[in-house]
């Protein structure tokens, strides 16, 4: 079964206003695309053809809430992984130059020390 203009249009829709994070979106409206042109057998209503493929492919539309938090959990934990690495090459190289800067003072203040010899 090919998807008309309308049909189209009410998936998308339809997928819209059910999750939020667009790649999974996506995937779900793949899935669902293929799975009605891969059945033979569909009932006549378009709605309850999409209806059956997310209970019988996903679980209902519980699991694919589900499903799209552990995308979006997924997405943040990466995000969060680059951002902590971003923070953390900022401050190594604040570390870096602060070792510099003290190396610097520790053998300025000691070359002092010991170029004043008391001369008699």
């Given at each position: 079964?090919?998807?008309?203009?309308?049909?189209d249009r009410l998936l998308r829709r339809y997928l819209n206003n059910t999750?939020?994070?667009?790649?999974?979106?996506?995937?779900?409206?793949?899935?669902?695309?293929?799975?009605?042109?891969?059945?033979?057998?569909?009932?006549?209503?378009?709605?309850?053809?999409?209806?059956?493929?997310?209970?019988?492919?996903?679980?209902?539309?519980?699991?694919?809430?589900?499903l799209e938090k552990t995308a979006r959990w997924s997405a943040t934990k990466?995000?969060?992984?680059?951002?902590?690495?971003?923070?953390?090459?900022?401050?190594?190289?604040?570390?870096?130059?602060?070792?510099?800067?003290?190396?610097?003072?520790?053998?300025?203040?000691?070359?002092?020390?010991?170029?004043q010899r008391d001369v008699v």
């Amino acid at each position: 079964m090919n998807l008309n203009e309308q049909e189209d249009r009410l998936l998308r829709r339809y997928l819209n206003n059910t999750m939020q994070y667009r790649e999974t979106q996506q995937e779900v409206y793949d899935h669902i695309v293929s799975a009605l042109e891969s059945r033979k057998q569909l009932p006549e209503d378009f709605g309850e053809a999409v209806t059956n493929i997310i209970r019988e492919d996903f679980g209902g539309q519980a699991k694919l809430a589900k499903l799209e938090k552990t995308a979006r959990w997924s997405a943040t934990k990466s995000l969060m992984k680059r951002q902590i690495r971003l923070v953390g090459s900022y401050f190594a190289g604040i570390a870096l130059l602060g070792s510099a800067i003290c190396i610097g003072l520790v053998y300025w203040l000691l070359s002092k020390k010991w170029c004043q010899r008391d001369v008699v």
